[in-house]
């Protein structure tokens, strides 16, 4: 019952209630971008989401323009691409904040599987083969609460399928206040995505 309606209903309802809340930041945030590095204030990329479909993600711009597109634990010297502002965003996770338009078009949830590049192919072919991209991708998930990009590609799909093979308001509820704890710590963002 959860699974089917009230994850969604929920969505919706705390998306809107946040858009409204972090409007006044947002906008700060989008001035602090421009006025800090030249490029939009934006990054859109195309990821894997339910059923592996691809959608358009919004996040707000943490790199260089021109930054080479490959995952962040094949970059050598990424601190030497992420923009002053960049690096508040990231730890903070602020640069997230975006992809609420996302939860609102239904393409994520809150709560699942992060939303994958094809700079991580391999987790998303072994998505499919399980089934765990049968549920929408979420802000933070089971994956991330457990190592994010501490752990490896396989751990990774593990936990993914673990998620949604086992959706529950406890589930849900136990991730959300396990990624506070983590932004606050600071734990296993030291390669975060873009």
């Given at each position: 019952m959860y699974k089917k309606y009230f994850k969604r209903f929920f969505d919706v309802a705390f998306g809107i209630l946040f858009l409204v809340v972090v409007m006044i930041p947002g906008i700060v945030i989008a001035v602090l971008i421009k006025l800090t590095s030249k490029g939009p204030v934006f990054f859109v990329q195309d990821r894997f989401g339910q059923h592996s479909k691809k959608f358009r993600i919004y996040k707000f711009r943490t790199m260089a323009v021109g930054t080479p597109s490959v995952a962040n634990q094949d970059f050598t010297n990424i601190d030497s691409y992420i923009t002053p502002i960049g690096k508040i965003l990231r730890a903070t996770s602020l640069d997230e904040l975006p992809q609420i338009i996302n939860i609102l078009h239904g393409e994520m949830s809150f709560i699942g599987p992060r939303p994958l590049a094809s700079t991580d192919?391999?987790?998303?072919?072994?998505?499919?083969?399980?089934?765990?991209?049968?549920?929408?991708?979420?802000?933070?998930?089971?994956?991330?609460?457990?190592?994010?990009?501490?752990?490896?590609?396989?751990?990774?799909?593990?936990?993914?399928?673990?998620?949604?093979?086992?959706?529950?308001?406890?589930?849900?509820?136990?991730?959300?206040?396990?990624?506070?704890?983590?932004?606050?710590?600071?734990?296993g963002i030291n390669a975060q995505e873009r």
């Open positions: 192919i391999e987790v998303v072919e072994i998505r499919k083969t399980s089934g765990a991209d049968q549920v929408r991708p979420g802000i933070t998930g089971l994956a991330q609460v457990k190592g994010r990009n501490l752990i490896t590609n396989e751990d990774k799909a593990r936990f993914d399928f673990e998620y949604s093979t086992n959706v529950s308001l406890w589930l849900d509820v136990t991730i959300i206040f396990r990624t506070a704890t983590s932004v606050i710590l600071r734990s």
